[in-house]
């Protein structure tokens, strides 16, 4: 089991940006898929974007076309730590962003953070 701490969300106006970060306690990401997830008020939880750990290289990246182009996940192997950086924020961004991780062979995220919240302001 991998423990994920998230951290860096905030309060931020339209068109800025924010940096999310994902660190995990109890064992490395190796060998793990790590995604980003949000959930607005009173909306499903939907996939934003996620990253396969990889020892060497920036690791095989994959996003949601609402923010394709805007959002960055990267990771840092030495602490351990996934970012999400989040650029050019629109108020439908708005939401608790979650990260979690799962095996690579597996289908399902079983390990999840306790969210963080993002809000956007006009």
């Known amino acids: 089991q991998v423990q994920l701490v998230e951290s860096g969300g905030g309060l931020v106006q339209a068109g800025g940006s924010l940096r999310l970060s994902c660190a995990a306690s109890?064992?490395?990401?190796?060998?793990?898929?790590v995604g980003w997830f949000r959930q607005a008020p009173g909306k499903e939880r939907e996939f934003v974007a996620r990253?396969?750990?990889?020892?060497?290289?920036?690791?095989?990246?994959y996003y949601a076309d609402s923010v394709k182009g805007r959002f960055t996940i990267s990771k840092d192997n030495a602490k351990n730590t996934v970012y999400l950086q989040m650029n050019s924020l629109k108020l439908e961004d708005t939401a608790v962003y979650y990260c979690?991780?799962?095996?690579?062979?597996?289908?399902?995220?079983?390990?999840w953070g306790q969210g963080t919240q993002v809000t956007v302001s006009s």
């Open positions: 109890g064992r490395t990401f190796s060998g793990y898929v």
């Open positions: 979690a991780a799962r095996r690579i062979a597996a289908t399902q995220y079983d390990d």
């Open positions: 990253i396969i750990w990889s020892t060497w290289g920036s690791g095989n990246t």
